[in-house]
T-cell receptor
Framework: NAGVMQNPRHLVRRRGQEARLRCSPM?????VYWYRQLPEEGLKFMVY????????ESGMPKERFSAEFPKEGPSILRIQQVVRGDSAAYFC?????????????????FGAGTRLSVL | KQEVTQIPAALSVPEGENLVLNCSFT??????LQWFRQDPGKGLTSLLL?????REQTSGRLNASLDKSSGRSTLYIAASQPGDSATYLC?????????????FGQGTILTVHP
């Protein structure tokens, strides 16, 4: 069972370009989460998605950032008109659906991350 | 707003020592707490998850405890080895409307030297 796959592992963009980060969840997982790790800072939640549905986007910047998780294919985190401050490691995690209130767990399995550098 | 703090920020120990990493959180109404390790330039590996109704979880040389009322968790590593060197992260899932959103501490950088 392959783990969470993220690509590319490294991405270099010039200011003003678009960045697209992809995440394929583990087999059987229908929930995807995106986190950002800025240099010298901790991991910060960005967005939580199910197939074709955004559940919680409270951590997403208001402008230039969007995320989707279509019925088919990987989840995409899209950053338009990148700026130097977007340089960071972006991690994706996935989990199976909640099992219900009794015995429910939300173990999130993380990918290796995409390291975005904006020149 | 949930805040998670980890102490110490860094720890260097000789091989074979038993050690304790600490995690505290400000809002005790949590759903679960998860401990991860992160190796340089790599992703996160889940070590242990403790549900809010549990007091501890064990896996091999690792033991994690949870005291929800005082807002604390500890990760105990027995007989440390150089391969344990990594950053250890504590993350809290608040549940409810924040279900799925993990709030992370800044991490403890552990170095185990031979």
């Amino acid at each position: 069972n392959a783990g969470v796959m993220q690509n590319p592992r490294h991405l270099v963009r010039r200011r003003g370009q678009e960045a697209r980060l992809r995440c394929s969840p583990m087999k059987g997982h229908s929930h995807v989460y995106w986190y950002r790790q800025l240099p010298e800072e901790g991991l910060k939640f960005m967005v939580y998605l199910q197939k074709e549905n955004i559940i919680d986007e409270s951590g997403m910047p208001k402008e230039r950032f969007s995320a989707e998780f279509p019925k088919e294919g990987p989840s995409i985190l899209r950053i338009q008109q990148v700026v130097r401050g977007d340089s960071a490691a972006y991690f994706c995690a996935s989990s199976p659906p909640p099992l219900g209130s009794k015995g429910a767990k939300n173990i999130q399995y993380f990918g290796a991350g995409t390291r975005l550098s904006v020149l | 707003k949930q805040e998670v703090t980890q102490i110490p920020a860094a720890l260097s120990v000789p091989e074979g020592e038993n050690l304790v990493l600490n995690c505290s959180f400000t809002d005790s109404a949590i759903y679960n707490l998860q401990w991860f390790r992160q190796d340089p330039g790599k992703g996160l590996t889940s070590l242990l998850l403790i549900q809010s109704s549990q007091r501890e979880q064990t896996s091999g040389r690792l033991n994690a405890s949870l005291d929800k009322s005082s807002g604390r968790s500890t990760l105990y590593i027995a007989a440390s080895q150089p391969g344990d060197s990594a950053t250890y992260l504590c993350a809290v899932n608040a549940g409810g409307t924040s279900y799925g959103k993990l709030t992370f501490g800044q991490g403890t950088i552990l170095t185990v030297h031979p």
